[in-house]
């Protein structure tokens, strides 16, 4: 079983920044790929970034340029920086992995970005 726990989310200023962690623990041999989706009320969760075991990475129209994926394989954790955040941006943040070939879901951590 893998778990995974999100972290780093909160309330910020429109304009500001937030680094979201995703820390993974349980049986874990080789995660091959990590994800940050989001959910905002009344909507579908959505793509916002990923990485693969190789370090290759891919986002979503609307976090190019301003977020940051990146993976510390040592640590099994993943991180998302986001700047120049948008009112737009606040939503449910969820990390996701996939180990041997199984995906896994965080609990989800909440951003909220005023204006």
């Known amino acids: 079983q893998v778990r995974l726990v999100e972290s780093g989310g909160g309330l910020v200023q429109a304009g500001g920044s937030l680094r979201l962690s995703c820390a993974a623990s349980?049986?874990?041999?080789?995660?091959?790929?990590m994800g940050w989706y989001r959910q905002a009320p009344t909507k579908e969760r959505e793509l916002v970034a990923h990485?693969?075991?190789?370090?290759?990475?891919n986002y979503a129209d609307s976090a190019k340029g301003r977020f940051t994926i990146s993976r510390d394989n040592a640590k099994n954790t993943g991180y998302l920086q986001m700047n120049s955040l948008k009112p737009e941006d606040t939503a449910v943040y969820y990390c996701?992995?996939?180990?041997?070939?199984?995906?896994?879901w965080g609990q989800g951590t909440q951003v909220t970005v005023s204006s």
């Open positions: 349980g049986s874990i041999f080789s995660i091959s790929f």
């Open positions: 990485i693969n075991g190789g370090g290759s990475t």
């Open positions: 996701s992995a996939i180990v041997l070939g199984r995906l896994y």
